[in-house]
């Protein structure tokens, strides 16, 4: 692992690293925030998954969740979206190929020798920031916007004792049944359909659920609502008794200014399950 | 219109008040909670609507909510469930006759006669509230428990203008797809379903929305939920993009301990409508 780069922030460490990962075979960049707590315990790590065409330094510069993490004393973990360099396969499309993972591991070539984003995400990562950085694995939450809604809500659920709780900005709802989450299949994992169940949020909620509370926020005015599909996920929350909540919010768009209008609210939602 | 009680209650008053009502034709009882604030100033108004089995008691004294609505300078109506008397007609059932008049004109006998709640609550209750109390008809908001969540959110979205946010708790979302619904359109409305759509809040929402904001809240363990039907609703209100929010409370029921709980969240809900 190599340090990119440290800034002081909110009274903690902004860092951006890069390491060699054995899921996605290249290099990898990440960001980490850590409180200042960090400094004498282990603490809390609420993970942020960026959506398409996103780095790890988007969230990062403009979320504006350091503060909000800070004052609850818990780290911030943002990974990249996708597999990254010259050597890995890429799409002139801004939906496929780099910086659009899609949080699976891909089963097709060409994708499959490094679009491998689940792992990286469930095993390689984490592997990295238990054995380096003061982080408390048995306190763990997720969250994410658009595509990293998307796979915030499938790791939570398919990983049951991992995260304490997880929440989404605009989240792809329902991949399965929609533009943004067919064409990312059908090229990751195949023509197979029944291969994409597992990565599909609101089949996921009819079918298991989430052992903990889930927070969904949407902008009304998002212009990609209906390739959303947020309508699926609540009546599938509902319908299964699911603690949580899905807010529907008044002339919010797809931005970073939506998702920093609700990050206080979603940092101390995961804050008082990271805490309990 | 006589008086039936008056009492002194978080700076402000808490009165009981009977009238002859032309809607019912029979005297209704009614709860009222007037601020501080309405002493100077005609103050903003929140009804409450209650449930099945419910007189216009139960919430004045179980839902703890007057402690919030005068931190807000708003007043409260508590109006009766159906119309009373030993003149009106009632069914040996809890869910039919006095105590479920489920917020409809009905036109069948023998209810036709005194069973108009919605005309009731519509006009008849707020022609008396303008004309004889200090609030101000220009600022009203609604919210309601079961039934009278069902009558709450039906009301707000066929009266377009009249409520600023309406809000419920654990309200019958789907009344023409369930037993808490079905059997009191039949007896009230008569046989012609496409009659009872004006009654569906589910059916309203796909039809038009509600020019405000929604809250909902449902308790994952309530013991009705079944008949509720939140996820109908839920599903209804992403798919129009309705502002608003439907969360699904862990572990409360159906009971005044759960209304109790979340009522500050309402009426803060209802005061930035009603202050704004």
Known sequence: MRTISENRCFGGV????????????CEMTFGLFLPAEAEIAPVPVLWYLSGLTCTHENAMTKAG???????AGIALVFPDTSPRGTDVPDDPAYDLGQGAGFYVNATQDPWAQHYQMWDYIAEDLPRLLDTTFPIDPERQS??????????ALTLAMRLPGRYRSVSAFAPIAHPTASDWGRKHFLNYLGAEESGWAGHDATLLMRERGFDG???VDQGTTDPFVNALMPEALAEAMCAR?????????????????MISTFMPDHVSFHAEALWA
Request: glycine residues 14%; hydrophobic residues 35%; charged residues 15%.
């Open 14 to 25: 902004q860092g951006v690293y890069a390491h060699a990962s054995s899921a996605t075979n």
């Open 65 to 71: 969740a350091q503060k909000w993490a800070a004052e």
């Open 142 to 151: 997720i969250c994410g916007h658009s595509m990293g809604g998307h796979g």
């Open 213 to 215: 509370e889930v927070l």
């Open 241 to 257: 008794r699911q603690p949580g909540a899905v807010r529907m919010q008044k002339g919010y768009d797809h931005s970073y200014f």
